[in-house]
Nanobody, 116 residues
Framework: QVQLVESGGGLVQPGESLTLSCIASGTLPRDNEMGWYRQTPGKKREFVASIGSGGSPKYAESVKDRFTISGDAAKKMVSLQMSNLKPEDTANYLC??????????WGQGTQVTVSS
């Protein structure tokens, strides 16, 4: 069983930066891809960014050029550096590990609030 634990969320003002981290524990499936989704109440979960072993990072159009995802396989960790945050970035950010055929592990999420 894999557990994903996120950290780094908080309250920031528009234009500020924040870095989220996700640490995985357990026996990780081979060829997995880790990433971030976000969700606000009443809305569908939205893809933010992902990175796989040996693959190029992928980003949602809404965060491209502002967010940077990076992974550390040895530490079983993935980070999301978020800059120039906007109020519309406010959401619960969930760490995701995708593997196999449509299988996923999810973290509990960390709240990011962007407000003046």
């Amino acid at each position: 069983q894999v557990q994903l634990v996120e950290s780094g969320g908080g309250l920031v003002q528009p234009g500020e930066s924040l870095t989220l981290s996700c640490i995985a524990s357990g026996t990780l499936p081979r060829d997995n891809e880790m990433g971030w989704y976000r969700q606000t109440p009443g809305k569908k979960r939205e893809f933010v960014a992902s990175i796989g072993s040996g693959g190029s990072p992928k980003y949602a159009e809404s965060v491209k050029d502002r967010f940077t995802i990076s992974g550390d396989a040895a530490k079983k960790m993935v980070s999301l550096q978020m800059s120039n945050l906007k109020p519309e970035d406010t959401a619960n950010y969930l760490c995701n590990m995708a593997y196999g055929w449509g299988r996923n592990y999810w973290g509990q999420g960390t709240q990011v609030t962007v407000s003046s």
